[in-house]
T-cell receptor
């Protein structure tokens, strides 16, 4: 089966600019996650979707981050405006159930200048 | 609140020797426990999970982990390390349905030839 697809792989922007990341989960996976992984740390959950509904966005900085999964398949994560501390790898993952393992994409490495 | 600790930032082991990567957790109720591995510039890959049942769980690539409820630990083990096992290892816990994954900070494993 095809894995989780993410694009772009790398993005460099200046602070205060906006950026968007795209994720296509494994076919049939209802649950989709976005994580932020800062260098040297474990992934931190930003938002979790179940189909096209938000399950948890308690750690999403809503003043600058937004995410959507309109048709319950693909998802986009946006940052506007970006800050220096947003430099990180943004990982998308999907799973087939709550006690099922998550399958991760290779991530988007974001660098803020 | 649930949490995961990986007390060692770095573990070094000689090829052919057994390896252990430690994980302890704190969660209310019965935990769902996972191990993932991350290679450079890649997303996390699932190794194994404990949901219920036998305390010794076998996973991918010859890895296994032992759930110890009294010590709240879930250490990852492999009888004979390979150089290709060198990577970043993450332990994760989930308190149950509807609860989110919490990842540990990661342990870097180096297997020396």
């Amino acid at each position: 089966e095809a894995g989780v697809a993410q694009s772009p792989r790398y993005k460099i922007i200046e602070k205060r600019q906006s950026v968007a990341f795209w994720c296509n989960p494994i076919s049939g996976h209802a649950t989709l996650y976005w994580y932020q992984q800062i260098l040297g740390q474990g992934p931190k959950l930003l938002i979790q979707f179940q189909n096209n509904g938000v399950v948890d966005d308690s750690q999403l900085p809503k003043d600058r981050f937004s995410a959507e999964r309109l048709k319950g398949v693909d998802s986009t994560l946006k940052i506007q405006p970006a800050k220096l501390e947003d430099s990180a790898v943004y990982l998308c993952a999907s799973s087939g159930g709550f006690n099922q393992p998550q399958h991760f994409g290779d991530g988007t490495r974001l660098s803020i200048l | 609140a649930q949490s995961v600790a990986q007390p060692e930032d770095q573990v070094n082991v000689a090829e052919g020797n057994p390896l252990t990567v430690k994980c302890t957790y704190s969660v209310s109720g019965n935990p769902y426990l996972f191990w993932y591995v991350q290679y450079p510039n890649r997303g996390l890959q699932f190794l194994l999970k404990y949901i219920t049942g036998d305390n010794l769980v076998k996973g991918s690539y010859g890895f296994e982990a032992e759930f110890n409820k009294s010590q709240t630990s879930f250490h990852l083990k492999k009888p004979s390390a390979l150089v290709s096992d060198s990577a970043l290892y993450f332990c994760a816990v989930r308190a149950g349905e509807g609860q989110n994954f919490v990842f540990g900070p990661g342990t870097r494993l180096s297997v020396l030839p």
